[in-house]
């Protein structure tokens, strides 16, 4: 079983910043599939990336993925306030399809 | 655009199955390319992969719930649905019903708003 773990817990920052969010696995997640969502408060997630760097339909290019094997991140750029949210890894390279624990991002 | 609508009784009491059904609107559930699918996420918690079903009904679910868990779908109305037996409070959770490709490995695209169900008696 794949384990993901996020860190930070919470990270914080201006609007215009840049913010890098980490998602280690366990084990090496092959084919980099590994996916990242957004959850605000009440909502849904919402898919943001998937095969580690492929946008889904809809998400911003100041929205990024990066990274293989065990070390992906997530990166968003020119942070608006409306990117406040809870973010999400999750793997599907072998069943059960884990999700990380997430990471808080807080814009100020 | 496609919506997915969970339904269900939001109180479940401990021993019993609990039973969802989600709702497809503005797409046929009839398609060969996409799994039908359920996750949750329990209080203060993150995320956790439930199991999925495609047209033909065949499934696959996460492992730690196989023995309780039962997916199914009926095409002709065009919605799936879960049940999980024995439950627990620990099954106390927002379910959300959601949808996967078959080729592109299963990551959620679009998601339903979510059903919160407690477990108490």
């Known amino acids: 079983e794949i384990v993901l773990t996020q860190s930070p817990g919470t990270l914080s920052f201006s609007p215009g910043e840049r913010a890098t969010l980490s998602c280690r696995a366990s084990?090496?997640?092959?084919?980099?599939?590994l996916a990242w969502y957004q959850q605000k408060p009440g909502q849904a997630p919402r898919l943001l990336i998937y095969g580690a760097s492929s946008r889904a339909t809809g998400i911003p290019d100041r929205i990024s993925g990066s990274g293989s094997g065990t070390d992906f991140t997530l990166t968003i750029s020119r942070l608006e306030p409306e990117d406040s949210a809870v973010y999400f890894c999750q793997q599907y390279a072998g069943s059960p399809y884990n999700f990380g624990q997430g990471t808080k991002l807080e814009i100020k | 655009q496609l919506q997915l609508q969970e339904s269900g009784p939001g109180l479940v009491k401990p021993s019993e199955t609990l039973s969802l059904t989600c709702t497809v609107s503005?797409?046929?559930?009839?398609?060969?390319?996409?799994?039908w699918a359920w996750v949750r996420q329990r209080p203060g918690t993150g995320l956790e992969y439930i199991g999925s079903?495609?047209?033909?009904?065949?499934?696959y679910y996460n492992p730690s719930l196989k023995s309780r868990v039962t997916i199914s779908i009926d095409t002709s109305n065009n919605h799936f649905s879960l049940k999980l037996s024995s439950v627990t409070a620990a099954d106390t959770a927002i379910y959300f019903c959601?949808?996967?490709?078959?080729?592109?490995?299963?990551?959620?695209?679009?998601w339903g708003q979510g059903t919160l169900v407690t477990v108490s008696s």
């Open positions: 079903i495609l047209y033909s009904g065949s499934t």
């Open positions: 959601a949808r996967h490709g078959v080729a592109r490995g299963v990551h959620f695209d679009y």
């Open positions: 084990q090496s997640v092959s084919g980099n599939y």
């Open positions: 503005g797409d046929s559930i009839d398609s060969r390319s996409y799994y």
